[in-house]
Nanobody, 126 residues
């Protein structure tokens, strides 16, 4: 499964960015799609996840109400709309695919994801 993330860049605090992750996998709708991020010197952390159909979404508390994950299974893309950005949102963002839609404790654990894209950098200035 190949994943390609794009859309990162520089934004001011309070601004918005939209990340996109594209895949060429044959059956994109068979994967839970998630976003993680990793700031310099910190561990990779869960941001958001979308169920296979897109009918369910989970968010980290830190982004709840500001970020929205959405997917288009026909276009084989998953997007992360990030609004009201904060400096602490600065990180490298990664999209990842899971073959299941597991319970939340597994869903938010990066080590359970077998497929990863290259990261895209997001920098938020204060």
């Amino acid at each position: 499964v190949q994943l390609q993330a794009s859309g990162g860049g520089l934004a001011q605090a309070g601004g918005s960015l939209r990340l996109s992750c594209a895949s060429s996998v044959r059956r994109f709708g068979g994967y839970t799609m998630s976003w993680f991020r990793q700031a310099a010197g910190k561990e990779r952390e869960f941001v958001a996840a979308s169920s296979m159909s897109g009918g369910k979404a989970y968010y980290a508390d830190a982004v709840e109400g500001r970020f929205t994950i959405s997917r288009d299974n026909d276009r084989k893309t998953v997007d992360l709309q990030m609004n009201n950005l904060l400096p602490e949102d600065s990180a490298t963002y990664y999209c990842a695919a899971h073959t299941l839609f597991p319970r939340k404790g597994v869903l938010t654990n990066s080590t359970t994801y077998p497929y990863w894209g290259h990261g895209t950098q997001v920098t938020v200035s204060s």
